[in-house]
């Protein structure tokens, strides 16, 4: 089963509004998780890392004040796309990292498409 | 920083045939992983293959198998008696062994789609 749940998998919203992404760890800790984003038959762009406890590493041109991220627990970070615009919709992935050590695999949620009319 | 370049943007297969996926990356590291996804149209990432740097063996894994080529800087993905299950977007992504604030973070390709003809 999903180690990584993602939710919600599909959000269609009015532009201006916020939207917030979670993904949760489910049956381990995990200290590091990642947020990607990724356009139709493109390749994943790494956006931020986001550490339990302290403020996530932004990824160069990516907007700190647009893209909120809060990793709060050791199994939930979330992202929040702030006053959302038809050039943020696109497909979200998240992946968490199990453990500390190098040889600790990553695991990715399943996704949301976010869809901004 | 590290790269990742998958030249073929799309490759095809007969079914039960071979195919072979090609990745280059640079980086001026000697310690590292790399990877293989599978993204099928679900968009679920899938982990295929994995391969340590420090290891000379190729990985294999059932009919996925890779040719390791660090000084050339090379991984590419064969893909043995190819099924249709097989279709999908697949992904050479490279991970550092180093630590630092994004440690752990994948550095995808542009990714290759393949087809798999009956």
């Known amino acids: 089963g999903a180690v990584v749940s993602q939710h919600p998998s599909w959000v269609i919203c009015k532009s201006g509004t916020s939207v917030k992404i979670e993904c949760r760890s489910l049956?381990?800790?995990?200290?590091?998780m990642f947020w990607y984003r990724q356009f139709p038959k493109q390749s994943l762009m790494l956006m931020a890392t986001?550490?339990?406890?302290?403020?996530?590493?932004?990824e160069q041109g990516v907007e700190k004040d647009k893209f909120l991220i809060n990793h709060a627990s050791l199994t939930l970070s979330t992202l929040t796309v702030t006053s959302a615009h038809p050039e943020d919709s696109s497909f979200y992935i998240c992946?968490?990292?199990?453990?500390?050590?190098?040889?600790?695999?990553?695991?990715f949620g399943d996704g949301t498409r976010l869809s901004i009319l | 920083a590290q790269t990742v370049t998958q030249s073929q943007p799309e490759m095809s297969v007969q079914e039960a045939e071979t195919v072979t996926l090609s990745c280059t990356y640079d980086t001026s590291e000697s310690d590292y992983y790399l990877f293989w996804y599978k993204q099928p149209p679900s968009r679920q990432m899938i982990l295929v293959i994995r391969?340590?740097?420090?290891?000379?063996q190729n990985a294999t894994e059932n009919r996925f198998s890779v040719n390791f080529q660090k000084a050339a800087k090379s991984f590419s993905l064969k893909i043995s008696d190819s099924q249709l299950g097989d279709a999908a977007m697949y992904f050479c992504?490279?991970?550092?062994?180093?630590?630092?604030?994004?440690?752990?973070?994948?550095?995808f390709g542009q990714g290759t789609i393949l087809t798999v003809h009956p």
């Open positions: 391969q340590e740097a420090y290891k000379q």
């Open positions: 049956d381990f800790q995990a200290t590091t």
């Open positions: 992504a490279y991970r550092s062994w180093a630590g630092g604030t994004s440690y752990g973070k994948l550095t």
């Open positions: 992946s968490a990292k199990r453990g500390q050590g190098p040889n600790q695999p990553q695991h």
């Open positions: 986001s550490n339990e406890g302290s403020k996530a590493t932004y």
